[in-house]
T-cell receptor, first 113, second 113 residues
Framework: KAGVTQTPRYLIKTRGQQVTLSCSPI?????VSWYQQTPGQGLQFLFE???????NKGNFPGRFSGRQFSNSRSEMNVSTLELGDSALYLC????????????FGQGTRLTVV | QQQVKQSPQSLIVQKGGISIINCAYE??????FPWYQQFPGKGPALLIA?????SEKKEGRFTISFNKSAKQFSLHIMDSQPGDSATYFC????????????FGQGTRLTINP
């Protein structure tokens, strides 16, 4: 059974640009959550999508947005990148409502220069 | 109230010893407490999880102890091995919106051979 797939693995962007990250959940998982991981702030919840609708949102500015497609794949977008957005962005998938175990992908390492 | 406090930040244990990592939470609405293990360059991997209706859960060498009245839970790794060297995160969430995990700051565990 394939795990959670995130693409790309690494990205380098310039301040002010925008970026789109992709996440393909485990087959049969319909919930996708996104997290930001930094050395200073640790792992922080960004948002969760289920059935193409945002169900939960963390405390991040509106520059961070996401969406989910009918096949449960999800994308996360960050606009007007700032240096502080440099982080590992992790996606987790789960069977919402049938158990709360969340399985993480390997993440996308974003560096903003 | 949403915080989960984890200690210690780093821990060195001799091979064969017991590794103990502690977490404390404030929000009594939390009712799902997983532990994740993360190796460098990888996403967090679910290790073991507990719900507050039990005081202890054991899976192989890994045990979670849960103290509901003290709002504390801990991870014990018995017979610690060099391959256990990783960063460990405790987390908490609510069954409603269970995909929104609140993480502790992490513990870097080193097992000396």
């Amino acid at each position: 059974k394939a795990g959670v797939t995130q693409t790309p693995r690494y990205l380098i962007k310039t301040r002010g640009q925008q970026v789109t990250l992709s996440c393909s959940p485990i087959s049969g998982h319909r919930s996708v959550s996104w997290y930001q991981q930094t050395p200073g702030q640790g792992l922080q919840f960004l948002f969760e999508y289920f059935s193409e609708t945002q169900r939960n949102k963390g405390n991040f500015p509106g520059r961070f947005s996401g969406r989910q497609f009918s096949n449960s794949r999800s994308e996360m977008n960050v606009s007007t990148l700032e240096l502080g957005d440099s982080a590992l962005y992790l996606c987790a998938s789960s069977k919402r409502g049938q158990g709360t175990e969340a399985f993480f992908g390997q993440g996308t390492r974003l560096t903003v220069v | 109230q949403q915080q989960v406090k984890q200690s210690p930040q780093s821990l060195i244990v001799q091979k064969g010893g017991i590794s103990i990592i502690n977490c404390a939470y404030e929000n009594t609405a939390f009712d799902y407490f997983p532990w994740y293990q993360q190796f460098p360059g990888k996403g967090p991997a679910l290790l073991i999880a507990i719900r507050p209706d039990v005081s202890e859960k054991k899976e192989g060498r890994f045990t979670i102890s849960f103290n509901k009245s003290a709002k504390q839970f801990s991870l014990h790794i018995m017979d610690s091995q060099p391959g256990d060297s990783a960063t460990y995160f405790c987390a908490a969430s609510m069954m409603v919106g269970a995909q929104k995990l609140v993480f502790g700051q992490g513990t870097r565990l080193t097992i000396n051979p």
